[in-house]
């Protein structure tokens, strides 16, 4: 049985009020949120997992508070420009170019890779992957209100957002609309009202992938209109969470903010969250310098994918992480650690003496393991006090009733972390009777000085991920 901690004490911290807040969904027992997920014309990087991984993070952890989970994250697979002021080439555009091939083949490739990466990371799926090429019409839409209302003009087939129609324009990033303009490179484009107004419908018959719409010929959107149509397509004008990567905050959370909310006139999102960049060895990753990783570059080091997943685990996630060879190191072994502690458990607890029930005992470990989730999701001191608990046991072993509380809490630990492999406990292992009348047998023969017959048993065994531990109080086995 696990133990659930009641929802109400999670305090989160929200980029738009700049505060810590209790967490209160607007329709109890549910939660409904939005993650800006990645722009499909390259494979993620390690960096763009940081943020996957904090999305899941939140999804296990009100899931384990026994709330039901909607979830959303969008696919990027147009109108994601190079720079930020409706300015350089489109992303995919230009790696179609670059590559010579379709866009379409590139968004098809990479977006089986991400998803392979969310599984080997064990990302639970979202409900929905919307893709942004599949909901023009949604977004045009929207545009058509924004025109409506006077928050949007036209200029020949182009439309811009007017920031000066709403005023809360620069309320999350803390942005001045004033200065913005002072700062803007006007000479970007003469034909926008203000040069803060950003485009949310862009004409370009070169563009690759283009659509015919109200707007023109050869039309494709903005990216920011995107995620607001997206976002309230499969959650309603109004929802509870939407995160993203710090760099998402301006402009890109911000426009969906004015646009969605220029639409509706409802608050869009009540809480918005941000996790820090990956630093890569002290600084930002960089073609040039060789260390833009892929999962795949940490599996041909020796890893595993999970090492990374407890890495980025291991701050908290306003905090900086900084990835160096030496520290995924430390997190595999650190991760190994605690795989051992739950064998250990599960082996002690194997005998039929030692049979007890867990989660009688809400022991300091658990209080502090929530206690550190509800505050903010830290993750690194709801680490740290699994590591005490593994300390206590080292140091002085548990009773059985105390070993089955400390087991459950692990449990519920991997629950909200994917700690440990999930594919290597359930798939084609010997069930627990027959292993342990296998390592009767190994007994046995072993009393009978039958060395040969007991090295076998180890051996398959140990074929079967199953280690074996003799010690005073007879043989002990845990999974590996
Ligand atoms: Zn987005």
Redesign the pocket.
């Known amino acids: 049985m696990l133990q659930f901690s009641p929802v109400s004490q999670l305090r989160l911290y929200n980029t738009l009020t700049r505060r810590l807040q209790p967490f209160v969904p607007q329709e109890p027992g549910k939660v409904k949120m939005y993650h ?1 997920g990645p722009t499909v014309y390259q494979r993620p990087h390690i960096g763009n997992y940081r943020a996957f991984l904090f999305a899941d993070l939140l999804r296990r952890t009100f899931e384990a508070s026994g709330l039901e989970v909607l979830q959303v994250m ?1 696919l ?1 697979d147009v109108g994601h420009l190079v720079g930020d002021a409706d300015e350089g080439e489109d992303k995919l555009d230009a790696q179609a170019r670059k590559e010579k091939v379709d866009p379409w083949q590139i968004v098809a490739t990479v977006s089986e890779q991400f998803f392979q990466d969310l599984e080997a990371l064990q990302i639970r799926p979202a409900h929905h992957y919307p893709k942004a090429t599949d909901h023009i019409e949604e977004m045009v839409a929207q545009i058509e209100v924004l025109l409506e209302k006077g928050h949007a003009y036209r200029v020949g087939d182009n439309v811009y957002f007017d920031v000066h129609s709403f005023p809360d324009y620069g309320r999350l990033s803390g942005n001045k609309v004033a200065d913005l303009e002072a700062g803007a490179r006007v000479e970007v484009n003469q034909e926008k009202r203000h040069p803060a107004d950003f485009a949310l419908w862009k004409s370009d018959p070169r563009h690759l992938m283009k659509w015919k719409t109200v707007f023109g010929e050869h039309g494709f959107p903005g990216w920011h209109i ?2 607001s149509a997206m976002s309230m397509k499969y959650l309603g004008d109004s929802f509870d969470l939407h995160t ?1 990567g710090e760099d ?1 905050v301006f402009p ?1 959370h911000e426009c ?1 903010i004015a646009q969605a909310e220029g639409v509706s006139g409802k608050t869009f999102v009540n809480l918005w969250m941000h996790t820090k960049f990956l630093q890569v060895d002290g600084g930002k990753m960089s073609k040039s310098l060789g260390n833009v990783y892929s999962l795949d570059d940490l599996e041909q080091r020796g890893f595993e994918v999970l090492d990374f997943r407890f890495l980025v685990l291991r701050a908290h996630y306003r905090a900086s992480v900084n990835f160096t060879w030496k520290a995924l190191q430390g997190a595999a072994e650190a991760r190994k650690n605690l795989h051992d502690f739950r064998g250990r458990l599960q082996a002690q607890l194997r005998g039929p003496a030692m049979q007890a029930e867990a989660g009688e005992h809400s022991g300091p470990a658990r209080k502090a393991f929530w206690d550190a989730l509800h505050d903010d999701l830290n993750t690194s001191a709801a680490l740290a006090a699994l590591f005490e608990l593994r300390n206590a046991y080292t140091q002085k072993g548990m009773e059985a009733t105390e070993a089955a509380d400390a087991l459950d809490l692990l449990n519920l630990a991997d629950d909200i972390f994917g700690l440990f492999d999930q594919e290597s406990a359930d798939s084609g292992d010997l069930p627990d009777p027959e292993i342990d009348a296998l390592v009767e047998e190994r007994n046995q023969a072993r009393r009978n000085r039958d060395f040969a017959r007991s090295d076998q048993i180890r051996d398959q065994l140990a074929a079967a991920g199953i280690v074996l531990e003799d010690g005073p109080e007879g043989t002990l086995w845990h999974r590996a």
Do not use: R, S, W
Request: charged letters at 20%; a negative charge.
């Open positions: 800006c969008n990027t995107e995620c993203g998402n890109h969906e």
